[in-house]
């Protein structure tokens, strides 16, 4: 019902930057949260940072000062600008998207994820 799909992610090196961008298309009437999250080779997932739909952000330890995300809901678009980045920043980036549609009358809730778009921080 409801597709993600990520990009901008690549190899940069420390100290660099980078901006992922998260489009959200299909069966939409409404999204709550936009988060996105990281997964480094073998770890767990972790969030790196949320807006909610009234542009509220939290962010993990290691992303704040260097992170931001943004949504834009007219477009269903989440994007995370990251900056001063580290080795320790490479990983698996997914986002995540909440949100409900209609089926008739019927409210209905989607948890969307992405399939991942990798980070690469060289030293």
């Known amino acids: 019902q409801v597709q993600l799909v990520e990009s901008g992610g690549g190899l940069v090196q420390a100290g660099g930057s980078l901006r992922l961008s998260c489009a959200a298309s299909?069966?939409?009437?409404?999204?709550?949260?936009m988060d996105w999250y990281r997964q480094a080779p073998g770890k767990q997932r972790e969030l790196v940072a949320h807006?909610?739909?009234?542009?509220?952000?939290n962010y993990a330890d290691s992303a704040k000062g260097r992170f931001t995300i943004s949504r834009d809901n007219a477009k269903n678009m989440v994007y995370l600008e990251m900056n001063s980045l580290k080795p320790e920043d490479t990983a698996v980036y997914y986002c995540?998207?909440?949100?409900?549609?209609?089926?008739?009358?019927?409210?209905?809730?989607?948890?969307?994820w992405g399939q991942g778009t990798l980070v690469t921080v060289s030293s």
């Open positions: 807006i909610g739909s009234g542009g509220s952000t």
């Open positions: 995540n998207v909440v949100g409900y549609y209609f089926t008739g009358l019927r409210r209905n809730t989607f948890n969307a």
């Open positions: 299909g069966n939409i009437r409404s999204i709550n949260a």
